[in-house]
């Protein structure tokens, strides 16, 4: 989790999720490289195929799914969805490990099948703040320090609102389109190439 005085913003990913970013790609790019060095027997896409699509699950279990908080709004970010909504009263944190974010009916967990850091919900779920209407501003969404300032945490955090405005929850849900088609078309190119 980072935060940063300037623009009030923190993000919680799970452990190593930046590594995987990197790691994916670059394991996928080795794998293709050595591709010449197969027997004749065994074409590349018997290889690349299903190793593209067993890299591609990993990456978007494990370094896609992600909280973020920016002067007053939530993005929780999985596999399938990516919701919005303002830091309101309205909405509940629950959940052990794995934070449930609900609102009424609705709800979105970061994650599917992993299990984030476990010092998140004390963060998501801090009784200091300030609220203005349905909107509240947690202390912890501050940079470190502004939690035992007081004074400093408090001036900061009226800011926040300032900004934000009076606002309702706006819970808008996005679907990753573009998610399900890859994994589609890499699900298809694996099975054609192992089976064909």
Same mark, same amino acid.
């Given at each position: ?12 990913? %799970?452990?190593? /999720?930046?590594? $995987?970013?990197?790691?994916? #790609?670059?394991?996928?790019?080795? !794998? /293709?490289?050595?591709?010449? @060095? ?5 074409? =590349?896409?018997? $290889? %690349? /195929?299903p190793?593209?699509? @067993?890299?591609? &699950?990993?990456?978007?279990?494990? /370094?896609? =799914?992600?909280?973020?908080?920016? +002067? ?26 794995v934070?449930?974010?609900r ?6 967990? #970061?994650?599917?099948?992993? $299990? ?13 703040? &300030? ?5 509240? $501003? ?10 035992? +300032?007081?004074?400093?945490?408090? *001036?900061? !955090? ?6 934000? *405005? +009076? ?8 679907w990753n389109?573009? *998610?399900?088609?890859?994994? %589609? ?10 089976? %064909?």
């Open positions: 989790m980072t935060g940063g005085r300037a623009n009030m913003r923190w993000e919680m990913h %799970l452990p190593g /999720a930046r590594v $995987v970013w990197v790691l994916a #790609p670059v394991a996928f790019g080795a !794998l /293709a490289v050595l591709t010449p @060095l197969l027997p004749a027997r065994v074409g =590349p896409d018997m $290889v %690349l /195929a190793a593209a699509l @067993l890299l591609w &699950v990993v990456w978007v279990l494990w /370094a896609y =799914p992600e909280v973020t908080y920016h +002067d007053g709004e939530f993005v929780v970010r999985n596999p399938f969805r990516t919701v919005r909504f303002s830091a309101s009263s309205a909405v509940e944190v629950s959940g052990s490990g934070p449930q974010f609102h009424g009916s609705r709800s979105i967990r #970061p994650v599917v099948m992993l $299990v984030s850091p476990g010092g998140a919900m004390d963060t998501l779920r801090a009784g200091k703040g &300030v609220t203005r209407g349905v909107n509240t $501003v947690r202390m912890e969404t501050l940079a470190p320090g502004h939690d035992v +300032d007081e004074i400093r945490g408090g *001036g900061a !955090l009226h800011a926040m609102l300032e900004r934000a *405005g +009076d606002r309702p929850p706006a819970w808008v849900q996005t389109l573009p *998610g399900f088609t890859l994994t %589609l078309a890499l699900v298809a190119w694996a099975v054609t190439a192992t089976l %064909l």
